[in-house]
Structures are given as structure tokens and as C-alpha cells.
């Protein structure tokens, strides 16, 4: 498997933001600029998608284009040697591994995950309501759902995170207040477009706190240097020859 | 809610085939000709889908062709009052909850919950080793996977299904072993394409073979008459205003 | 199986109260008078039971009763081609399941499953605190467990649902609050004698409003038309051979 | 609670066979002659019972008759300080507990919780096929269901389990099958009919045989001793005062 | 198995204290006198452990001597017959099970199984909520966790519960607290050093109050009558051979 | 939160091997050569542990053991900044994380976690019978159990694992023939003695098979890249002030 990877050849991390919003895109990359990495990252949005993700419709819609991206980057000159999917839905994550050997990391899961590694009993902080279905069912399809306290809504929605001292102030009242209901020990941030907070939030209440962006994208780093690829036996497959004539 | 629903105006379940194959989609209206309703079917495909959906980017661009399908058909003059979607992948289910307030039910859903009303555990038969996880995965969304001895598959992929003597026989040996490893008391059919085979394998296995194409339209009827439509609080909320523009 | 199903001869669906409640059974029948069905009705209640049925013994009582009532049918000349069980904790469902090969279906499980087709969080309101471990026991049983937001007692006594203003009240208000604290999307009326209150509880709590009696029976009526058995392998086989002499 | 346990007393556990057979009591009672117990042992079965419980419409009809012993061991001069109900498939347990303050304790259960402190994973050899989902069921309710590498039927029925040895070769061969298949190191006798094999069994097989029957009864010695009652707030309440009257 | 036991012999249940503090041990000891026992006890502490055991660091300390006590009086003349393990964690329990064929019962354990014998839905009330994360294991690890309402810290220490009034007044309101909240049936003491406690909260609370120390005392002298062995294949196995070394 | 690091200081991954096989860390530590690392690894045994682990009692000494040696750490001039447990068994992973606020990431948990990144059911080929059911808590413990089609184990012992050929090739063939009786799609190897085995395994098999040592290293590096720590709230927060004197 992977023979083909060669570490004198440079390598891509490839972080699709799902949605259209290119100063999202820019204001998570900003967020990843301190992140130690062995590998290069190129950071995409996907043009025709949503403008945010929020909800199942939104998701399905940029869950289309994200793989399309991802087809036209597997079809470049120089393929990625890892995906993260910016979005904290996990948007199309299945789908994108079988249409590529390279991992494939949502920022979702990777901060859902390390967060198990750091605390015992973690809550998420979300944007709307609506979303907190859609990470629930995520969570009881990684495993963690006992090890989360409970998913929750700020009711800020995704494109009003990157603003102000306001918005920072509800979003940080709301962790406190969940934390404390739930007896948790970390804080996970459920959407990319908080990730610009992560550090002043750590600060202020006193718990780790997860952002999926800067973690899923030193885990895709790590698992390059692990020559860990997405299996390519059963539900991971190639899809099916028919699907090339499309 | 729903006080629009009119008994004397004719109402529609809408059956919609989210891949492009028009001969399964006439396969599956052949099966159903028999089922009592009270109201009418109308049957579509969606022509841009692949041909089939084996595994999860099939679904996820079969979802992307559903939900553009859906939303033409709640703008036309008389929106269905009822969806069924006929893959038992249940493709963009959730998402499609969110963009009508008419029930929506999914072929897979349906057979799984109608056999966990006439037997005590249940087998599934899909088509690809490939929609074995899917449909796993569905199972504990659904909160049935207790009820299920297992998820297997035939080898045979959709589109052979509509064939001969060989297939079916195939299949049916398949069936009987995996009932008896599982001492499980009925089968699922895992696959809209196998509608044609229900009353026949049904006679040859002697437990309850489930379809999810009958049962998922005859539940439709049900809804409508029930007077049951999807929650349009929290997770299947209608879309957020920013998607009108699109 | 089933070969003895004629869609000429007249079918039934037996409708078993299974208390003796004879005013309950009377105003259960009122609120399904608008079903449209494509089979008949027969209701009947067991008037050696207890009136109401509250906990495990009434329940125990109950089943014994139901029982005999499902053999008599069986004896009958046209036996009934459905039941529903139409009390809440689905009463000696598994029982009466192995004394028939006609499809029982408790209305219990009826609302529950078919609150999981329209909403993502659903919550049980039904009358005294005893009753919420034995629905929760049948959630988990049923597989529903991760779609319910909780079981609640408004602690209203069954016999006191059929009254007045007040009563209406006070479970509208216990409704709402569960709902909001749950955040949860839809509300399964826990008990047969709720039944009568569902179009105006939908009306004014705005989501979706599960009644077990109306749903069974639909779905009783779905079952007959699809030509669905219960299974007589395994969990739910003909009773032994000692057991006729009795 | 309990204030008048008098130690002075004289004290009985009361175990209810809810089948009919006299002579399997006799046998049960036999198995238990060298218990070392505090308190007196009353032996009971159901007169009005099935001759052996195998499936859910026996159970049923056992609970009734079980309930009305119990009440009437409950109006007798000295009602019992702790109910045994000796039959694996803990016929009308919990309706047992709301009749009474006393503990009441199932078989099943106790062997099943038992085996949990002497091995990491045991098995079930129960005598019918038929009985295997409503232990499993029960596994579940009690939280066993991890620790329980399945649940097996010799296929032997329940009556025929007093006899020969060709019995006990069929029951210990397939017990030997299923401990190496599930990898499991310990196992739980299904029936109260297969008490008196205990002993011989473990000899050779090697691991703990756990026989719900003994263990049963001196749990309920133990929670006398440890003046434990069964909850009267909630789910085992006494009854609603309705059925005083019946 | 267990050919060696022989009733004549005197017979000796160890409990061991895991951790140093002969005061806790003479408190849970005083607790125990009045429990009706076959088999005499013999108390001791682990004098090299830390002073109470609050946390994951405490109990693999604690582990680490409790083993060595065990295995000391395992090479006595009259190695103990059964052993409880008298710490609410089970400091050490798998550990304790393999070095020893006799039983070894942990009082949470205990504590935790018994009531789901005698109450629908327990709580646990526990110390400081450092332990609650550790018992919520252990509950998952029992299967007990969709029996217990929840796990609470009353936020004192240990070593302060052998005191006064004020520690009874805050455990008991804490307790009421959280019953009503999870609207439970019983409450188990989540600490050795609560045992003087439970007869007077029970008067106190009106529930059953279970206590792990007796409990697991009178399961110890059960397990012996029944002649019930810790499996000595797979899990608990001996120490393979290098071990004898140490 | 963690003000103390400053990316100028140099920074060190200790990786303890909680056994004392000198051996055996070399081994490891030669097959991890490779890897790409941002920081310096220093690798130790526990000089007074077994000399493998293998069971829960060695478990349990080997805990104490390695406490004792990361307590000597963090005393020392320039403590770790991350922490490896080099036994998949993760022996004292939770006691490690009270006693250091750097993370600590144990190989059986990196390397399972790891997995559920590239496939959709993992299987696990460990040494001994004995170590299944540790493996198999955990995997409970992490949440990872439905994503696990198993864990099995060769029948090598640790020690044997060093060696050659044969070894090797049995353990070939049994991860073969359990990756295709669970349907599996990735294998984790269940003992750090295997490390060195891993690209050979993955050419010869052809799915990706996750080696816990080299994942959890480079883990570590990223965690502390991304400025992660253990929560020191609640379940993981500093032991109680009385261990101080000890």
C-alpha cells in the first residue's frame, strides 16, 4: 500500500472548507498559522456550496461539491497526501474516503477525538440548534457519545462567529454555564469558525479546549509521516466501475 | 399544523428513485401494483444520479439530484403529500425532512421497523459488501441494530438484480444461511431492486421477507391519512433564510 | 404463509382495550371515527381486568385477560386479520404475538416508531410516575431509546384523562415543558386515554403530536393490505403442544 | 422502612415455582437440600399454571397465577420476608415487587448477576430455542449483555430435563460447544429444571457452573440478613388503590 | 473445582481495606457486627497505601498492596475462602480475581447489583467528584449504567465521614437532592467510610439505602455456601509462569 | 493553560514501556526510527515490573511501577512535555494523566482510535487469550466497541514476539483469516512487541495495519504542537493534598 509515496517529493495537505465562504476559509487558515508541520497546506472553499453549512440540506448540498473538489485535486499533478474536511458536521467524510487512498480527517471527529484524550467527560459548543442533531448522530457513529456530556447551541450562527467581542462574550458564557451542568473537563468548539478563539477561550475558563481545525490538521500531518492510508477493502472501496462514465 | 391538508383535494405520494436507472424505477411500480391505497403514486428517478448507489459517494451525489428533485416538486402547483425515497440506503433522508413539511419516508427505515413488528430478529440481504456499513450505520440511527442478527450481502450488485432464475437463486441461498447462522426469524430485502422477489422467496424461506418499497408507500398512505407531518422545530427545521438565494 | 388471506372475505382488525374501562374503550373508538381504512374494525375490552392499567401487576392482570380475549377470537369463525393492543404499555404484546399468525401491534410502539419518521427528539407524556420504567423498558426493547428525549408522568390517573378543561391543561403545560427542556421536537401521548386531545394539543403546541390508537390502527390496516405475518420461528412459534390440553 | 423485621421471628423465604409441575419442584428442592441457609425455605408451584413455562404466552399465564400466590402468601398470618420466583425466564418479576415490600428474586436474574463476579464472560444453555430472545431480553434489561458471550438452547424441553443420561451428554456437549466458540469461561444453567446437574457439570467442564436456583435462594437469605426491601416510591410502588377492590 | 473446600474446616472471609487507615477499616468493621454470617471475618488495611484512595493515582497505589496482601494470605496455612475487596472503586478487583480461585467481591459491585434487585432506578452518592468518573466506569463495566439515575459527589472528603452531624446533614440533603432530580428509588452509599450511615438515612430518606460493605460481606458468606469459584480460564487465569519469580 | 511552554526550550516525548524488558523497548525504539518528529523522544522500562504484561495483576504492579517513574520525571530539571505508555494494554492511563498535566497517550488507545480514521471496522490481533477482555474494556472504555469487529489473540506470548519467521507467519495467518470472518478492513496490532512487523504485515495483507507505538508517538508530537494538555478539572485534576506526604 503507498508505495508510491516518496518523502523526497513535496506533500500537499489539502483543507477543503466545504462551504463558499472564502473569508471563513481565511480566517480559519490564520487561526493554523503557528501549527508545526512537516507538510505543506493548500486551503480551498467550494465555490458553488452554501455559504454556510447549517443543517442536513446544507450539508448534502456541499457534501456534492466538496467531492467534486476533491476529484478534481485526486485528477492534479500532484494528488494530496491527506484531506481535512473543514466543516464541524463532518461533511461527506465517508464518501470522500472512498474516493481517495489519502486519509481523510474531519475536523469534527479529530477534535471529538483528542478531546478524549485530554479529558474524561467533554460538552460541544455549537452554533444552532439545528446542528446539534447532526453531531449527535456524529458522535454515536465515532463512539464517543458516552464520553460527551452533551451537545449545545450558542444560537450565533456560523457566519456571525467572526465578529465581535459581543459575540465572544454570549459564545464563552454559554461554555461556562455547560460545563458546569454537565461536571465536564473540556470544551470542544463545534464549528471552524470558531477556531480563532481557541486560545483566549483556554484562557478564560480554565479547561481545554478543542478546535477541530489546528487539530485535524496536525493529525492529517501525523498520518502522513504514518504512511496511514484509508483502506481500500469494503465500505471504503473504489467505487463501482459504472461510476466512471460520469 | 397542516391545516391545509384537504381530504377532497387529491393528494400524491411522490415515490422518488434517487439513482437514474428508469428500469428499476419500472421494476419497483410493477411490484407495487397490487398494495391498497387510499391515494395516488406518482414515480420519478433522478436523471443526473449514477446509475445505481453502491456505496456512500453514489449517495452522496444521489442526494445532491434527490433534494433538487424534492424541491421542484413542493414549488409545483400541487406538492405531494408524502415522500418515499426508494433506495434502502435511505439517501439524504435527513435532508429531505428539512425541505418539506410532508412526511418522508425511506425504503430502508420502513422494512427495518416493520420487522421489528413481526419478528423478534431480523436479517438484512443487500446487494455490495460495500452497504454493509451503510446500512449498519443506519440501523443505529434508526436504534434497530439490537434487532438485527446481521447485514449481508449477495455479491450481486443492483443492477443484475432485475435478472434470472440464477440471481434469484443465488439469493436465496444466501438468505437461508444466514437465517439459520443467526437463528433469526425474517429477512429484509436490502435492496429496492429485489421488490419483485418478496412474495416468492417469501414462499420458498417460510418467515416474513420484508420490503421496504411496499411498506415504505402503503406507511406514506398511512401518514397522510394519519394526518402526520415532520417537525419543523430543531433538527428538521426549514432551511435558514440565507438558502433562498441560491 | 398467509395463504389463506382472500381479499374478498371480509377482514377485521380487533381492536383489544385490554382493562375493563368500557367508557375508555368507547372513547378511544370516537377519536378514530375519521381513520380512513381499508379493513373494519371490532373493538373490544377485557372486563375481567383491571379498570385502568397502572404498573406491572395491573399489567400482568391485564395480559391474562387480553389473552383469552385474542384465543376466542382465534376460535371465532372470521378471526380477526389484525390487532391492535390498545394500551400504552403494549401489554402482553410478545404473548399475544406467539397465539396468532395475524399481526399485533401495541399502540405503545406504534406512536414511538412512528414519532422516529417525523421528528429527531421525541418525548412521552403518560399519567402516573409508575408507568415511566415500564415504557422506558419498552423503548430500550423497541430500540427507541436514542430517539426519546424521556418518558414524563403528568400524574394525571388514567381514568381522570377523560374529563375536563383542567385536566387538558395540565398536561398541555407538562407538554411544554418537557419539550423545551429536552429540546426535543415531537410528543408521544402516553396513554390510550389521551387519544381525544391530539388535534387540539397539535394545534397548540405547534409539533408533531404521536397517538398511539389512531397510528396502530393505521398501521394494522398497512400491515393486512401488505400481507404481513408475524413470524412463527423461533421468539414467537406456535405455543408447545402440552399447552392445548389446558 | 422494614421496622418490623423482628429477628425473633421466625423467617421464610418463599419460592414459587409459576409452573405447575410438582415433581420439578421436588427436583429443585431436592438440588438445594445442602444449602446453608439463616432462615426457613416454603416450597411452592402454581397449580392453575402451564406444566412448564416455554415462551411468552406461558409466562404470561404463569405471572397471573404467581401473582395471586403471592398475594396470598402476602394475607396469611406470616407472609414470607423474601420471594424466590424459580423459573430462569423470571416470570412476572416485576409485577411480583410491586405486590410486595419483601425482595423478590428471580432466578434468571440471580444467576446471570452472579456470574458476573466469578467470570469475565459467561454463557446461557437454556432448554428450547423459543426461550432465547426473552432471556435475552432480560440480559438486557439487567445490563448483562456484555458479559454474555450468547444465549443457547440444548433443545431439549423443560420436562424432559428430569431424566437420563442421555440428557445430560446432549446438555453438556453443546455447553462445551458453546464455551470454546465464544471463547467464554464460565456457564449459566437456562432452566431451573437442570439444578441437579450443577455439581457434575462444573467436575467436567472446568469452569464455574452457575445454577440460578441455589443462588436464588441464598441471595434472598443474604438480603434478608441485610433487612434489604424492594422500593415502594416509582416503578414498585404499591398498587393504585383501584384494585383493592377486585 | 474447589475439591479442597471442606465444611468442617473453619472457613475465613478476608476483607481487605485498600487503603491505610485503620480507623476506616474499625468503622466499616463496627458497621458489620450484627450481619448474620456462616464464615467468620478477618479485617485488614493496606498499612503502605495512601490514607484514603480518591482517584486513579490513589487506587493503582492502592492496587499494588492490596495484591501483595492478597497473595501473602493466599500462602498462609488457611488461605480465606472468599475475599471483599473494601473500597466503593473496586481498587484492584480484576487484578485480585486472577491471583486467587476463591471469590472476590468489590462492596461498589455489590452495592451497585443488589439494588438493581430491590429499585427500578438507583443513585449513587459518592465523595468528591473526582470518583465519579471512575464509578461511571465501573458502571458501564457492570452493566448497571442504564440502572443508576446518575453519580453524585456530596463533595467531602473521605476521611471527614466518620464524623459528625454536619457531614450526615449535607450526605442526606445531597441525597434527597438527587433522588427527586432523577426521580430514582433507592440510593447506594458511594464510600466504605458512609457505612455507619445507612440505617439511619434509610428511616431518614424512605428508600432502600444500599451499603457495599455489608452486601458484599453477606454475597462473600453466600458464595461460599454455593460453592462458586472464580473462573480460572481465559480472563482471570493464573499469572502465566514468569510471574512466580517476582 | 500551559503558559509554561515556550517552542525555544527543548522539548521531550518520554515513552515509558511499563514492562522491564530492556529488549523489548529496543525493539520498539528501532522501529520507530523513521518518524518524523518535531521533538526529542527518551525512551525507559520500569526496571522492578513483570517482565511482560500479561493479565491484570501484572497490570496492576506495572502501574505502580511506571507512576513511580513519570512521578521521577516530572520532578526532574526538564520534565516531558508528553508522556507514551508503551504497553497496548494502556496499563495505568488514567492514575498517569492525574499525576502530570502534560498529555499522556497510550498505544492501545492511539492505535484503535487511529483506526477508526481509515476504516469502518478494525480488527485487533493481540497476544495471549487472557488480554482479550482488557482490550475489549477498553475498547468499551474509548467507545470504539462497534467500530471493532474483535479482538483475538495468536497465542504467542509477548516475550515470543521478537523472533522469527514462524512467528511471524502465524500471526499472518490468524489476522488473515479474522479479517475475513469479521468483514474487516484494517488490523491493530495488540502488542507493542509487533511494531517491527508492521510494514511487512500491511504488504503482505493489504489493509492498513495500525501499529499503537509509533501512532501514539506521533500523537504526542502533535499534541504538543497544538498546545494540548489534561484537563486538571474533575476526573484528571491533581491528587488530593494528602499524597503529598507520601
Chains 1, 2, 3, 4, 5, 6 share one sequence.
Not at 452554501?50 to 494528488?79: F, M, T, V, W
Not at 485530554?118 to 464520553?147: C, D, P, W
Not at 454555564?177 to 473540556?186: G, S
Not at 468548539?189 to 477541530?212: A, F, N
Request: with cysteine; glycine share 6%.
Amino acid at each position: 500500500m503507498n508505495a508510491q509515496y516518496d518523502k523526497d517529493e513535496p506533500m500537499t495537505i489539502a483543507i477543503i472548507n466545504p462551504n463558499s465562504s472564502h473569508s471563513m476559509t481565511q480566517q480559519m487558515q490564520a487561526s493554523c498559522l503557528s501549527l508545526a508541520l512537516h507538510n505543506e497546506t493548500q486551503w480551498y472553499e467550494c465555490s458553488n456550496s452554501p455559504a454556510s453549512i447549517e443543517g442536513h440540506s446544507d450539508g448534502a448540498q456541499a457534501a456534492y461539491h466538496l467531492l467534486a473538489k476533491i476529484r478534481q485535486l485526486e485528477n492534479s499533478d500532484a494528488p494530496p497526501k491527506a484531506y481535512v474536511i473543514a466543516c464541524f458536521d463532518d461533511t461527506g467524510l465517508d464518501a470522500a474516503r472512498e474516493i481517495t487512498a489519502s486519509p481523510v480527517i474531519g475536523i469534527g471527529e479529530a477534535a471529538m477525538h483528542a478531546a478524549s484524550f485530554v479529558s474524561q467527560k467533554f460538552v460541544v459548543m455549537t452554533t444552532l440548534e439545528r446542528s446539534v442533531a447532526i453531531l449527535e448522530h456524529n458522535l454515536t457513529h465515532y463512539g464517543l457519545v458516552n464520553r460527551c456530556g452533551g451537545v449545545y447551541a450558542s444560537g450565533l450562527p456560523v457566519l456571525s462567529l467572526q465578529s465581535n467581542q459581543q459575540s465572544y462574550d454570549l459564545v464563552k458564557s454559554a461554555v461556562s454555564k455547560v460545563l458546569q451542568e454537565n461536571r465536564a473537563d473540556a470544551i470542544v468548539l463545534g464549528c471552524g469558525g470558531m477556531s480563532h478563539w481557541v486560545e483566549r477561550l483556554q484562557q478564560d475558563i480554565g479547561v481545554p479546549v478543542l478546535d477541530g481545525v489546528r487539530i485535524a490538521i496536525s493529525l492529517a500531518d501525523s498520518f502522513i509521516s504514518l504512511n496511514l492510508s484509508t483502506s481500500k477493502v469494503a465500505g471504503y472501496a473504489w467505487p463501482e466501475a459504472k461510476h466512471q462514465q460520469q
